[in-house]
């Protein structure tokens, strides 16, 4: 006996289906941010991404919102660690080069 799997689709369906694979396709990562101070991250709220956390640091979207809270300095961009460990490898102090003589 054989199996049939009949699936209608209509074109609505099919626009919905597509659109969400282009977002997923086209979807840029998000920043990582800081609150400047305590009462910011007790005002402020990212429309899609939420409030921020008690502590810490929190990733929202790469868009105009975040961009807009960036240039006014409500929040910073929090760099990431694994670029600062290796940033200070090569970066050593003059003291560090000197030879006991």
Same mark, same amino acid.
């Given at each position: ?6 699936? &209608?689709? &209509?074109? $609505? ?7 969400? +694979?282009?977002?997923? =396709? /086209?979807? +840029? ?9 305590? #009462?910011?991250?007790?005002?402020? !709220? /990212?429309?899609?991404? $939420?409030?921020?956390?008690?502590? $810490? *640091? ?9 961009? +807009?809270? =960036?240039?006014? $300095? #409500?929040?910073? +961009?929090?760099?990431? !660690?694994?670029?600062?460990?290796? #940033?200070?490898? /090569?970066?050593? *102090?003059?003291? *560090? /080069?000197?030879?006991?003589?």
């Amino acid at each position: 006996m054989v199996n049939v799997n009949i699936r &209608t689709i &209509t074109p $609505g369906q099919r626009q919905r289906e597509k659109v969400q +694979r282009m977002q997923k =396709l /086209h979807q +840029r990562p998000g920043i990582r941010v800081t609150p400047k101070n305590d #009462d910011m991250r007790r005002l402020l !709220k /990212h429309p899609r991404a $939420g409030a921020f956390r008690s502590e $810490g *640091s929190m990733e929202w979207p790469d868009d105009s919102f975040t961009h +807009r809270r =960036l240039r006014d $300095g #409500d929040i910073k +961009r929090e760099e990431k !660690k694994t670029e600062e460990k290796s #940033d200070q490898a /090569h970066h050593r *102090s003059p003291a *560090s /080069h000197q030879t006991k003589e």
